[in-house]
């Protein structure tokens, strides 16, 4: 089953607008939560992550939000450029430890996002 | 610094045909990984290795798929004999796994989009 939910599966934001992408998961045993932006013919690449110890982390314009009791995490995007167009993907993980799955990255579907100029 | 290196970038076979995909992750990065990201959806691991060693393998699907990481550098995925549902884009990454730290993040390369005619 999808260890986590990711919404909308599209989003279409005018420029100079807020972005909102937001994910859900079940295993509590997660603790690493990152998002990656990926473009078309391109490899996924990070793009900010935060762990459950704190609730909010902002690089620039892209801030994760991250609701531990809700087991929920969301990305913003402040004054969205056209150039943000790509599709995101939140995912999570469990810690390190050498020789068992605790390590592997679980993504959601993906967003494709369009900014409009 | 040169990124993740993959090849072929594409590849059209006819199903029960065998095919074969190479990596050279990031100089350095001790830790190796292969996702299958299939249309529309987000990467889903199929193996990671930690130097030579394939420390979680439970997601290839082993009876057509082999992958293998010779003197725990450049790897190379195989399938044998491949399916239409094999059609998927895939991607290698790499991380330096660094003790004490407890997730590294992972650097992605342009992947290999696959067709099974």
């Known amino acids: 089953q999808q260890q986590v939910k990711q919404s909308p599966q599209s989003l279409i934001v005018q420029k100079g607008g807020i972005s909102i992408i937001n994910c859900a998961y079940e295993n509590t045993a997660f603790d690493y939560f990152p998002w990656y932006q990926q473009f078309p013919g391109k490899g996924p690449a990070l793009l900010i992550a935060?762990?459950?110890?704190?609730s909010e982390k902002k690089e620039g314009r892209f801030t994760i939000s991250f609701n531990k009791s809700a087991k929920q995490f969301s990305l913003h995007i402040m004054d969205s450029q056209p150039g943000d167009s790509a599709t995101y993907f939140c995912a999570a993980s469990r810690g390190r430890h050498r020789g068992s799955t605790l390590g592997r990255l679980y993504f959601g579907r993906g967003t494709q996002l369009t900014v409009w100029p | 610094e040169a990124g993740v290196v993959q090849s072929p970038r594409y590849k059209i076979i006819e199903k029960k045909q065998p095919v074969a995909f190479w990596c050279n992750p990031i100089s350095g990065h001790n830790t190796l990984y292969w996702y299958r990201q299939n249309l529309g959806q987000g990467p889903e691991l199929l193996i990671r290795y930690e130097n030579e060693e394939a420390v979680d393998d439970s997601q290839l699907p082993k009876d057509r798929f082999s992958a293998e990481r010779l003197k725990g550098v450049d790897s190379t995925l195989k399938i044998q004999p491949a399916e239409l549902g094999d059609s998927a884009v895939y991607l290698c990454a790499s991380s330096l796994e660094v003790s004490g730290r407890k997730v590294n993040e992972q650097f992605f390369g342009p992947g290999t989009r696959l067709t099974v005619l």
């Open positions: 935060i762990r459950p110890d704190v």
